[in-house]
């Protein structure tokens, strides 16, 4: 199975606030990766695509990238609506399996 | 507007049976596939099944391979998840999901049912 490890587990910013999260894949899944955001008490919600598109009605302060296995997920300006868990997804083979998660707090 | 509606979660006991519902609507459902992930009590989310269009094909990880089974009746756009043999690590919220083919995405997600196994 392909393991998928998050960082940070949790993380607490500032408004306005520049915030990256990272995905590193145990192996090589190409650009077969999605984040989910998941609001505290709500469902998760697909964010990005592909790697780096955007899903329906996200904000462009989101943004993903790729470096090899390593992927990331930035908020350019931390907006109180976008506190929550974040999950990152690998789409290349089944089973298909999620990061731990990334905790986002406001500082 | 897509919308999923999970239905029947409870409490049951250990080594029972208990069968999810999803009812679906706002878009064609025979058309998509879906799927079910669920979420313990503050951990993370386990992919937990996957069907295809016409429910001919199916898809578990070994964590629940043999004991829960994935179905779908397109007639009344509600997709479905026998689990058996349950046991105390079963005990989560699950969320029935579209799922996108072949780029394997989770698009959409319904609200979940919570399972909680226990004697």
């Known amino acids: 199975d392909i393991q998928m490890t998050q960082s940070p587990a949790s993380l607490s910013a500032s408004l306005e606030e520049i915030v990256t999260i990272t995905c590193q894949a145990s192996?090589?899944?190409?650009?077969?990766l999605a984040w989910y955001q998941q609001k505290p008490g709500k469902s998760p919600q697909l964010l990005i695509y592909g790697a780096t598109s955007l899903a329906d009605g996200v904000p462009s302060r989101f943004s993903g990238s790729r470096s090899g296995t390593q992927y990331s997920l930035k908020i350019s300006r931390l907006q109180v609506e976008d506190i929550g868990i974040y999950y990152c997804?690998?789409?290349?083979?089944?089973?298909?399996?999620f990061g731990g998660g990334t905790k986002l707090e406001l500082k | 507007e897509v919308q999923l509606v999970e239905s029947g979660g409870g409490l049951v006991q250990p080594g029972r049976s208990l069968k999810l519902s999803c009812a679906a609507s706002?878009?064609?459902?025979?058309?998509?596939?879906m799927a079910w992930v669920r979420q313990a009590p503050k951990k993370g989310l386990e992919w937990v099944a996957t069907?295809?269009?016409?429910?001919?094909?199916?898809y578990y990880p070994d964590s629940v391979k043999g004991r829960f089974t994935i179905s779908r009746d397109n007639a009344k756009s509600s997709l479905y998840l026998q689990m058996n043999s349950l046991k105390s690590e079963d005990t989560a919220t699950y969320y029935c999901a579209r799922f996108l083919w072949p780029t394997s995405w989770f698009a959409y997600w319904g609200q979940g049912t919570l399972v909680t196994v226990s004697s």
């Open positions: 706002g878009f064609t459902f025979s058309n998509y596939y």
């Open positions: 997804q690998q789409a290349s083979s089944a089973p298909w399996t």
């Open positions: 192996q090589d899944i190409g650009n077969w």
């Open positions: 069907i295809s269009t016409s429910g001919s094909r199916t």
